[in-house]
């Protein structure tokens, strides 16, 4: 499962990025490059979500809860998030350079990023708490 998740993340990638290197970076192609860089940050704080669809599979099991999986890896999610928000300007700069990114756009890419990485926490919670009906992928 995580093979197949770390495939079509590189496929989508290299997809969106084919596209705006060869189509240019205006119109759709910037929100795909925006929604590109995101994704390529969200590598860093996505590699725990297993884990909590895993281990809330067991608490919830046990106990009817998933309480003590979801705050652990939110604990874990949010030193992470915080690290890159920190040093963006080290890296969103370069990346933004290398997808065309227009400038200012930077805010979309850090918003999106915060955006999904709390989504995915909220959906493999609800994966572990056998809720996988009202689990919509982004």
């Known amino acids: 499962m995580v093979v197949m998740q770390c495939a079509g993340a590189a496929f989508a990638f290299a997809a969106v990025w084919l596209a705006t290197h060869y ?3 205006d119109g759709y192609g910037e929100i795909a490059a925006i929604i590109a860089a995101a994704q390529i940050v969200q590598i860093f704080t996505a ?6 669809s895993r281990y809330g ?10 309480t003590q999986s979801f705050w652990a890896r ?3 999610l949010l030193p992470n998030t915080l690290v890159i928000l920190a040093l963006s300007f080290l890296w969103l700069p370069w990346l933004s350079s290398w ?5 200012g756009s ?5 918003g999106f990023f915060v955006a ?3 989504w995915m926490h909220v959906q493999h919670s609800m994966l572990g708490a056998k ?7 982004c």
């Open 23 to 25: 189509l240019g970076a």
């Open 47 to 52: 590699w725990t979500a297993i884990a909590l």
């Open 57 to 66: 599979t067991d608490e919830f099991v046990g106990t009817g809860r998933i």
């Open 74 to 76: 939110f604990f874990i």
């Open 99 to 103: 997808l065309k990114l227009q400038p």
């Open 106 to 110: 930077g805010w979309l890419v850090l």
């Open 116 to 118: 999904v990485s709390l």
């Open 131 to 137: 809720l996988p009906a009202r689990r919509v992928l």
